[in-house]
């Protein structure tokens, strides 16, 4: 059953999250996921919410964003993106 990531990025560090951003498509790849939005106009329809950078992606199934999570490659820019950015992520199962 295919699986989304929904991402909201803070950028606090703009060069270093362009390094990021070269970097991580290979890996988002190689678990199978894609990207279905990435950055574009986002619009508020109902509440509170105001995401700062909106990033969506669509994987096989939960195991293979777990394991993009704990992928070793991926360390290094997790903690790149972490002193780049704030970020709120969650995954949720598709139908």
Not at 56 to 85: N, T
Request: glycine share 6%; charged share 25%; with cysteine.
């Amino acid at each position: 059953m295919a699986a989304y990531m929904i991402v909201n990025i803070d950028v606090k560090d703009t060069l270093a999250y362009e390094r990021y951003k070269a970097a991580v498509p290979a890996l988002i790849r190689k678990h199978g996921g894609e990207y279905l939005a990435r950055g574009g106009t986002c619009e508020v329809l109902e509440g509170d919410w105001r995401p700062s950078r909106l990033v969506l992606f669509r994987f096989p199934d939960m195991e293979s964003i777990r394991a993009l999570q704990v992928d070793p490659e991926y360390q290094p820019l997790k903690e790149l993106r972490h002193s780049a950015a704030y970020t709120e992520m969650v995954a949720v199962a598709g139908i």
